[in-house]
């Protein structure tokens, strides 16, 4: 058996390992790799990212894999490594593109592989917030792959983003059909049927919404410490700091509803419109087209809180995104700036 037969076989059980969760065994075959084709092989560097990737690296992982990806292959699953990693985890979306788009030129990529990476140039053009092309890349995909939930999910989030909100339903509704259990797609779903005015059914799909993300959280077994009256006095005053930032016409907005902590939403707040995700949520009557807003309180969700954040510097920071996503989805304003510079 040749080195290069050696390497591949030991590499392919590696990221199998990986992929089944078996970190030990994917660890002790990347120290065998490295012992064989040295630690700056492509494919052992491919490896070594994935395995940093499955330990919860993801900032060493994205390292690696752009190495293995500037290093060369005819593997189009380096670059669509690469590519994934990056996008998930904000990270170089130049590098994520680039390496994305290395698989279109490949010749010998599968059908699959292509499909694969259109998908996530779509995702990567859309963070650019460049709604044409990733249509226009959602288009090329083979008509097979269309069928399946993350092209449907992916097409209907698009479709939103471009303001086609009655076509993003009716693809959101087939992936939520094709994967019932991917709160995210429920999560959309609700937003597009919000946004064409079927409250009841928005809510209805954030309810489920807020079931299966309750059932991860379950599931994971994490549990924060119990909430005290110091940890929601200091929450309330760090939001006061925060409002006291913001515009004068969006401070008189929210300026007189009492502000409350609690840690998760409860299914009757998401039931009368509350986002079953958001760190701040405004509970009352939305703006919507024939009746103006009326906010009766205000609660910052903990546990969404400490989920989000690395230290305590990043509360503030989080606060003020919250607060801007809420204002646009409860008083239905856009183009507003803000302190941060958002809009």
Known sequence: MSSSQTIDDLVDRGLAAVESDDLESATQILEEAAKVAGENHVRVLHLTGMLAWAEGRPEHAAGYLMQAADAGSEDPNIYLDCAECLLLHDQDLDEAEAAARTVLRLE???????????????????????????????????????????????????????????????????????????????????????????????????????????????????????????????????????????????????????????????????????????????????????????????????????????DDDDIPELMIVSIIDELRRFFRLEGLEMSTGEE
């Open 108 to 310: 010998n990529a599968s059908q699959d592989a292509v499909d694969q990476a259109r998908l996530l140039l779509s995702q990567i053009r859309l963070a650019d917030e460049d709604s044409e092309e990733a249509l226009e890349l959602l288009d090329g995909i083979s008509e097979t792959r269309k069928k399946d939930p993350v092209y449907l999910s992916t097409y209907g989030f698009v479709l939103m983003n471009a303001g086609r909100d009655a076509e993003a339903v009716t693809a959101l509704r087939e992936a939520v059909a094709a994967d019932p259990d991917d709160p995210d797609v429920h999560y959309w779903l609700g937003q597009a049927l919000d946004s064409v005015g079927d409250f009841t059914a928005a809510r209805e799909s954030m309810l489920k919404v807020l079931e299966l993300d309750q059932a991860d959280h379950d599931e994971a077994g994490h549990e924060h410490d119990p909430l005290t009256n110091d940890i929601e006095e200091d929450l309330r005053g760090q939001f006061e700091g925060v409002l006291e930032e913001l515009p004068e016409p969006v401070l008189k907005l929210l300026a007189n509803a009492p502000i409350t902590v609690q840690a998760r939403p409860t299914a009757k707040q998401v039931a009368i419109g509350a986002d079953p995700r958001s760190v701040v949520t405004f509970i009352g009557r939305p703006q919507t087209h024939d009746g103006d807003a009326r906010l009766d309180g205000i609660i910052i969700m903990r546990d969404f809180l400490l989920d989000e954040i690395d």
